[in-house]
T-cell receptor, first 119, second 110 residues
Framework: GAVVSQHPSRVICKSGTSVKIECRSL??????MFWYRQFPKQSLMLMAT?????????EQGVEKDKFLINHASLTLSTLTVTSAHPEDSSFYIC???????????????FGEGSWLTVV | GENVEQHPSTLSVQEGDSAVIKCTYS??????FPWYKQELGKGPQLIID?????GEKKDQRIAVTLNKTAKHFSLHITETQPEDSAVYFC?????????FGAGTTVTVRA
């Protein structure tokens, strides 16, 4: 089946630095990718929708200048956490769908997630 | 926006018994309902999904039922095994976004 890969799986960074997380669709082209944040024992919170070739759409309350999203190709989206602080420590997960998304009959697949720890 | 409620929040079953998780959704336009299994420290894994033109779908020990009139859908796991222990999330979508339930922690007792 389709596979979505995230890298790195775990990253530790110093407070004030930036860190980039990559999300790749390995065997299909993903026009749309999604970035989620998940706190321990909680559900997934959608942060933004990443559209290939255009600006990302951010959910209410998500700082677009802090969480930079770039969807440069049909197989790669990146999330950059800028000026990271300890409160940004979390599990970040991406998902991708082939074509126009679930409503057009496509399945949404998730990556393995990336643990970010800001010290 | 879409609101998905999931029950129960925790479920403990004896190995070999069945487990049922129920979800309700608010937006009647939603037409895609996937279920994900998440193990500790990993991303969600799609285990089964159903679309609004289907009432039931089965894949080995896992089945999902959908009642569009009542706006609810359920996950059924039969003959549970210890490896079924995980957090399960239901979701609903009418466009390209998924709205998730709060999750159900399933524990299968050996």
């Amino acid at each position: 089946g389709a596979v979505v890969s995230q890298h790195p799986s775990r990253v530790i960074c110093k407070s004030g630095t930036s860190v980039k997380i990559e999300c790749r669709s390995l065997d299909f082209q993903a026009t749309t990718m999604f970035w989620y944040r998940q706190f321990p024992k909680q559900s997934l919170m959608l942060m933004a929708t990443s559209n290939e070739g255009s600006k990302a759409t951010y959910e209410q309350g998500v700082e677009k200048d802090k969480f930079l999203i770039n969807h440069a190709s049909l197989t790669l989206s990146t999330l950059t956490v800028t000026s990271a602080h300890p409160e940004d420590s979390s599990f970040y997960i991406c998902s991708a769908s082939e074509g126009a998304g679930a409503h057009s009959g496509n399945t949404i697949y998730f990556g393995e997630g990336s643990w970010l720890t800001v010290v | 926006g879409e609101n998905v409620e999931q029950h129960p929040s925790t479920l403990s079953v004896q190995e070999g018994d069945s487990a049922v998780i129920k979800c309700t959704y608010s937006d009647s336009a939603s037409n895609y309902f996937p279920w994900y299994k998440q193990e500790l420290g990993k991303g969600p894994q799609l285990i089964i999904d159903i679309r609004s033109n289907v009432g039931e779908k089965k894949d080995q020990r896992i089945a999902v039922t959908l009642n569009k009139t009542a706006k609810h859908f359920s996950l059924h796991i039969t003959e549970t095994q210890p490896e079924d222990s995980a957090v399960y999330f239901c979701a609903a979508s009418k466009g390209y976004k998924l709205s998730f339930g709060a999750g159900t922690t399933v524990t299968v007792r050996a």
